[in-house]
């Protein structure tokens, strides 16, 4: 059973850098064939996705987010990681890490963590 947590900081303020960390177990992140997508869904709007790094370490950006986002991984620790820069108060979202199937469908998700953007 593939298990994904989130962890990070529940509050930011404006201007700073918002670093999510997704932590893998029950499964390898660099096993072939899966994306490891973030996801966000601010207040009363729709899911978003953000960008994902697919097995072999390749990373996609949403076109919207490309100039505040940057995703990386740590393999020794099964880890991937979402760093949003210069975030506002329309950042304020529950953000999700998700596994993808390749030309299928997402499979399992995190719990979703909570972050704010306020001073």
């Known amino acids: 059973q593939v298990q994904l947590q989130e962890s990070g900081p529940g509050l930011v303020k404006p201007s700073q850098t918002l670093s999510l960390t997704c932590t893998v177990s029950?499964?390898?992140?660099?096993?072939?064939?899966?994306?490891w997508s973030w996801i966000r869904q601010p207040p009363g709007k729709g899911l978003e996705w953000m960008g994902a790094?697919?097995?072999?370490?390749?990373?996609y950006v949403s076109p919207s987010l490309k100039s505040r986002t940057s995703i990386s991984r740590d393999t020794s620790k099964n880890q991937y990681t979402l760093q949003l820069s210069s975030v506002t108060p329309e950042d304020t979202a529950v953000y999700y890490c998700?596994?993808?199937?390749?030309?299928?469908?997402?499979?399992?998700w995190g719990q979703g963590t909570q972050v704010t953007v306020a001073s």
């Open positions: 790094i697919r097995y072999s370490g390749t990373t």
């Open positions: 998700a596994r993808v199937v390749i030309y299928s469908d997402y499979d399992y």
């Open positions: 029950g499964g390898s992140i660099t096993t072939n064939n899966y994306y």
